[in-house]
């Protein structure tokens, strides 16, 4: 593996302790790069940040409007969510306006990402249950589209199953790449991940953001898609979480969406862009700070708003007596192609 530029250093005293790398890509909706950091061809899972491209077969099918899916509810079938009590409740809605419920859902179980949730839980002996794992609302969604369309429902979460072959192939659609070379695994909810050249992956995020580039029906569920996700930023993620501060921006101009492993995707709307980044350890923190920090150095954070994202921005280093021994920075600058 291609190890790529030096994005952030984790100094621990006055001493480089840590080095953090990774790929930044910035695409227009042309398919032109903008700017790019690594490799813009380096081939890896985009994991969760397609749930966006996923969420397109809910309303393309048609299956949005017939069981009237909200805007509240098409943000949690794209997300990755916290599973506080508002994302099983909405998780529930969908499955039901279908006359369907939680024991349809393959997503497993684990407990809440919302920590105090999952620390009241363990205190009080209480088991996960399928419709707080954080991609179960995406699994709702999947279990909707198919119930619309006549599907089994047993196995749709299997690579063979149709609306698994819809997703395929409309991610291929929108980000330029051949269905037959798009890499397939397993996510960690049991349904398949694809893999593909990051530039191709910011591309797709580029004309999500541009959708007059796309066909009627794919424009009018981009635009949808990222109005949702705007309206409704805490039901793509949860309380606290950066992916939903950046879709709560205030100029409603960037539309984002997290994934496991280092990714992120996401889109600015004025200037037709779709980004890219993958953070080579897949350390989830330093990649919200190379986020955000790519965010500034485009013009979409101002200087007024870094305050709402210290967390990410001051990574401090602790001991076990909560002392402050060390920071991280990110130390790149993106440079124009």
């Known amino acids: 593996m291609n190890a790529g530029e030096v ?17 930044i890509l910035v695409v227009d909706s042309n398919g032109k790069i903008v700017y790019s950091a690594g490799d813009s061809e380096k081939i890896v899972f985009a994991r969760s940040s397609a749930k966006l491209f996923q969420a397109m077969v809910v309303l393309e099918s048609g299956a949005s409007d017939y069981y009237g899916i909200t805007n509240k509810e098409l943000s949690l079938i794209c997300s990755s969510h916290s599973g506080e009590d508002y994302h099983v409740e909405a ?12 024991s349809y859902l393959q997503c497993g179980t684990h407990y809440p990402m ?13 088991e996960p249950i399928p419709a707080q794992e954080m991609c179960s609302g995406k699994h709702a969604g999947m279990l909707v589209t198919s119930k619309y369309l006549g599907d089994s429902l047993d196995d749709y979460y299997l690579p ?14 929108m980000c330029d790449y051949p269905i037959e070379k798009i890499g397939l695994g397993i996510d960690g909810c049991g349904v398949p991940v694809h893999a593909m050249p990051m530039y191709h992956f910011a591309l797709g995020f580029a004309r999500m953001s541009r959708p007059e580039v796309l066909q009627e029906k794919r ?7 990222v109005e949702a996700i705007q309206e409704y930023p805490l039901y793509i993620s949860g309380t606290g979480r950066p992916d939903a501060r950046i879709n709560a921006l205030s100029r409603k101009n960037v539309f984002s969406k997290s994934g496991a492993d280092g ?10 862009l779709g980004i890219a980044i993958k953070l080579d350890c897949g ?17 979409e954070i101002q200087d007024n708003e870094l305050e ?21 920075h990110c130390c790149f600058k993106l440079k124009r192609v």
């Open 114 to 126: 919302y920590q105090p949730l999952a620390d009241k839980m363990h205190r009080e002996g209480t």
């Open 91 to 102: 998780v529930r809605e969908i499955l039901k306006k279908a006359g369907l419920d939680e």
């Open 263 to 272: 990714y992120y995707g996401l889109g600015i709307k004025d200037k037709g």
């Open 219 to 225: 424009r009018k569920a981009s635009e949808r898609i």
């Open 283 to 299: 350390i989830g923190p330093v990649r919200d700070a190379v986020v955000v920090e790519t965010l500034r150095q485009l013009g």
């Open 160 to 173: 063979s199953h149709p609306h698994q072959q819809r997703i395929l192939k409309t991610i291929s659609e």
């Open 308 to 328: 709402s994202f210290i967390p990410e921005t001051e990574m401090n280093v602790y001991n076990f007596k909560k002392e402050i021994v060390g920071q991280t």
């Open 7 to 23: 994005l952030a250093i984790g100094w621990r005293g006055s001493y480089e302790d840590l080095c953090f790398t990774g790929h």
